[in-house]
């Protein structure tokens, strides 16, 4: 207990006996005995509060106006003494008790006047209280009382001052429980389940006791005796607020109890929320909140790990920071009537689990990022241990050789083909010896679908972290291109076979025989020269054949008009020779060399088609510039039906127009024509 | 009638040369590039000109530039162009504007001496020569329904001298048929085409040419 506290025990023992010497000589005291034991109950309890609150830090001032509720009730027992000045003194002081103890109710609980209506009430209790009886005592006779001393202080006998006087003061009085109660009824109303359990005994007792308070101040004129009745009526009930008080105090210290509980359940709640519920429980306040701090994002977030703004959330609402080895860990939001020592004894209590709680979040909150960081990455991820044993995945269920809750746990020998397995724990057994990243490719069927994966091996402690990334279209691509290659090296290689061998087989088989014509001509020449002239018209036919087909041939290499005229000069030429009518349509400008050639055998190879197999009747060919981009088409009115990937010529010329970068097409629906498209970028 | 010859192909030019001569011409000069070629057209005012197509330097179509320069600033020679290929573009190149002094041969009928000298002799008398390759093939190109379907076989036959650029008389000698004949087809041809009559030779084929690449 503090000095304070015993100074005001010690006052109230004086105090006690002073007014005890007082009740028990007084000779117009009718019942001594019961009058100084109800006032000594009523003072008391108002002293015993008052030392109560006077130690707990947070209640001082509590304690300080039940104190002096207590030690002036003492004043009254003045009016016992049977000394005229000492008597009237005692019948002026009186009520002083009574304001402090509406200053004492308007302040609950938090301990400061709020309004400024409430200020002026109490500030008018206090006037009235201390102005209102010497008032009376200065104009009145002392009536009702025939045992009493004179009254001392009597300036003027008049009753007519007196009503006068008590009229304002019962209008005074009447302001003042009634701003009392409103200003009671509205703290009521606004106050949350915590506070209304403190509220709650102090309220109505302090209603009963204004309510008698009322009755008498209404009544007492009328009657004596009813108004002697009140007068004890309303000591006790007076004399019960500050048990009342105490029982609010008495909440609060339960409340303190059940920290001891806390910390129990602290210990034994494995996740935020049983936390936030203990802690509710501990502190009787089911609004309470909870925010985690983040110290590396200087944030706080709640127990589901949103975020939260502290500032916002605690309007009107008191914080309670949470520290733990110096640092701030957590801050419970809580209603600000709680108990600010019963709040700060939950906070030390809890702080143990709120930063074990807290360091959870943290890593949680990283590990969120990570996670989302991780998901951006298209590539799958597994983590595995040296023995292959899958411990973790981040992954498309599609991309998995097991359904996903198969695979934790199990082992690659078991999942993967064997020899796919046998090379990825040689990689992981590699990663881990040597901390160096092991690569390598291997191929999977999944889902019927042949593909491949290229994996990254990297050491993460004693587990080996494995990036795998799908490179089936990669690889595919690259095989379609190797093969386009291919297929263009042989094409060149083939045309160049039947270049040799028309070369071989026509032209040079003619000049062979022309010069074997020559040849004997030239020895006939004397002995049979009709034989002779005979053999040199043959040779010069055969010249004639020899050079119409290398002609021929030189043309297939690659028409000269066609670099020196472009497109639509070659294609007259082709036009022409078409044993169909041919519609050309070019435009006058010049195509890149590249592309001009690209689509003259486009066109070539199309009317080799038509005549060969289209029976058709009409051609139309298209040379337009769309968009940056050159598009042949070559449409017949012919039987249609031509496969693009049966015959060498087309599939030759998706190569040439490929290698372009350009698109070749074929329509070719049976008895609807055959109609190609060949499309190239063309600046 | 005086000749002059552009051709890089020493053998082959010599061989022109001597065919040339035998056929009663006047080489007056021989040329093996483009420019050679101008300055001896220059020199020596030829009445014909009978150019390759392809001589150096890049050997692509430096004759057929020649032979417009030629006729650019020397109306009165005759050009006749040599080809080792025969591409309808460059006939027409060539007979744009007038088909008159004009000539456009394979370099194979300069096998056929005395064809070959005839077509000389008609560029340089003004007229115009055209392979019957090129001809052909315009003739037999095939078209959407025509007029040239309701042409005979023998109208057709006329049709194709004249495009070669074959006066009435040469059609006659080519057909064994009277002048007179070859007229009456002549005009057959030209009412069945529609076409209005013309009397040059050199005209007659600008017409004829103009309406076969319809």
Request: with cysteine; glycine share 8%.
């Amino acid at each position: 207990m503090k000095r304070t506290g015993w100074a005001v025990v010690g006052c109230g023992i004086l105090f006690s006996a002073i007014g005890l010497a007082l009740v028990f000589t007084s000779d117009h005291e009718s019942t001594p005995a019961f009058t100084a034991a109800a006032n000594l109950v009523v003072a008391w309890s108002f002293i015993g509060c008052g030392v109560v609150a006077l130690s707990r830090a947070s209640d001082t001032h509590f304690g300080f106006l039940m104190s002096a509720v207590g030690l002036t009730w003492f004043l009254a027992a003045l009016s016992e003494s049977n000394n005229g000045l000492v008597y009237s003194i005692g019948n002026v002081l009186w009520a002083i008790p009574l304001a402090f103890f509406i200053h004492a109710l308007l302040s609950f609980p938090r301990g400061y006047l709020e309004t400024k209506l409430v200020y002026v009430t109490v500030a008018t209790a206090y006037v009235i209280l201390a102005v209102g009886p010497v008032l009376f005592q200065l104009f009145g006779e002392n009536t009702g009382c025939s045992d009493c001393p004179a009254n001392e202080l009597i300036v003027v006998d008049s009753p007519n001052a007196v009503d006068f006087v008590g009229l304002i003061f019962i209008l005074l009085g009447l302001f003042v429980c009634a701003a009392t109660i409103w200003v009671l009824v509205r703290r009521w109303r606004a106050a949350s389940a915590p506070l209304r359990r403190v509220l709650a005994p102090v309220f109505a007792t302090s209603a009963i006791a204004i309510g008698v308070f009322l009755l008498a101040a209404f009544v007492s004129a009328a009657s004596q005796t009813v108004a002697n009745v009140l007068f004890w009526l309303l000591l006790f009930a007076v004399g019960s607020v500050p048990i009342a008080f105490l029982m609010g105090l008495l909440r609060t210290r339960l409340a303190r109890a059940s920290v001891a509980n806390l910390v129990l359940e602290l210990g034994a709640a494995r996740d935020p929320e049983s936390t936030l519920s203990a802690l509710r429980g501990a502190l009787g306040d089911p609004s309470l909140g909870l925010a985690y701090w983040l110290p590396d994002r200087s944030r706080w977030v709640d127990v589901s790990g949103w975020e939260l703004d502290l500032e916002a959330e605690s309007q009107g609402r008191r914080t309670t920071l949470v520290e733990h080895d110096g640092a701030v860990v957590a801050a419970f939001i809580h209603d600000s009537s709680l108990d600010a020592e019963l709040a700060g004894a939950v906070s030390a209590a809890a702080s143990l689990s709120l930063a074990r709680e807290q360091s959870i979040q943290v890593v949680r909150q990283s590990e969120s990022r990570y996670r989302a960081l991780l998901n951006a990455i298209p590539d799958l991820m597994f983590r595995m241990s040296r023995d292959g044993t899958y411990l973790d995945f981040k992954g498309d269920r599609a991309d998995l050789a097991v359904p996903p809750e198969e695979l934790i746990g199990s082992n690659a020998r078991d999942i993967l083909p064997a020899e796919v397995a046998e090379r990825l724990l040689r990689g992981i057994g590699q990663a881990l010896d040597t901390g160096d990243v092991a690569t390598g490719d291997y191929e999977l069927t999944l889902d019927g679908v042949q593909r491949t994966f290229e994996a990254r091996i990297v050491r993460d402690g004693e587990e080996a972290v494995l990036i795998v990334r799908d490179i089936s279209e990669r690889k595919q691509q690259e095989g379609e291109l190797r093969s386009s290659r291919v297929r263009l090296v042989r094409a060149g290689d083939e045309a160049r076979r039947r270049l040799e061998r028309n070369l071989h087989d026509g032209a040079q088989q003619r000049l062979v025989s022309l010069s074997l014509a020559l040849r004997l001509a030239h020895a006939r020449l004397r002995d049979a020269p009709e034989e002779a002239e005979r053999l040199l018209a043959g040779a010069s036919e055969e010249l004639a054949q020899a050079l119409e087909e290398l002609r021929e041939l030189a043309r297939g290499i690659h028409p000269a008009v066609l670099s020196e005229r472009g497109l639509s000069a070659a294609l007259e030429a082709l036009a022409g020779r078409a044993p169909v009518p041919v519609g050309v349509t070019v435009p006058p400008d010049r195509l890149p060399p590249a592309v001009e050639a690209a689509a003259y055998y486009v066109i070539s190879e199309a009317l080799a088609n038509v005549a060969k197999y289209a029976e058709a009747s009409a051609v139309e060919i298209s040379v337009t510039r769309q968009n940056g981009r050159a598009v042949i088409e070559v449409a017949d009115d012919g039987v249609g039906g031509a496969d693009p990937t049966r015959g060498s010529g087309l599939s030759g010329l998706v190569d040439r127009v490929e290698a372009l970068d350009g698109v070749l097409k074929v329509e070719s629906e049976p008895g609807a024509g055959t109609r190609i498209r060949a499309e190239f970028p063309c600046e | 009638m005086r000749v002059v010859i552009a051709e890089d192909s020493v053998l082959l030019r010599e061989g022109v040369v001597r065919i040339l001569a035998e056929a009663g011409f006047d080489v007056v000069g021989q040329a093996g590039t483009g420019d050679e070629l101008m300055l001896k057209v220059r020199s020596y005012s030829p009445d014909v000109a009978i150019v390759d197509i392809r001589m150096p330097p890049t050997h692509t179509d430096e004759g057929l530039r020649a032979a417009q320069e030629i006729r650019e600033k020397h109306p009165g020679v005759g050009v006749l162009v040599l080809s080792q290929y025969i591409e309808p573009a460059y006939a027409m190149e060539l007979l744009a504007e007038s088909a008159e002094g004009v000539g456009y041969l394979l370099k194979d009928r300069i096998s056929d001496m005395h064809e070959f000298a005839d077509a000389v002799r008609r560029v340089g008398d003004g007229g115009s020569a055209l392979d019957p390759t090129i001809v052909s093939q315009l003739v037999g190109r095939r078209r959407q329904d025509g007029p040239l379907d309701e042409l005979t076989a023998r109208e057709r036959e006329v049709l194709g001298l004249m495009a070669e650029g074959r006066s009435n008389q040469g059609i006659a000698e080519r057909l064994v048929v009277t002048e007179r004949a070859v007229e009456k087809h002549v005009t057959n041809i030209f009412s069945k085409l529609r076409l209005p009559p013309a009397t040059a030779d050199h005209r007659r084929v600008l017409a004829v040419l103009a309406y076969l690449r319809g």
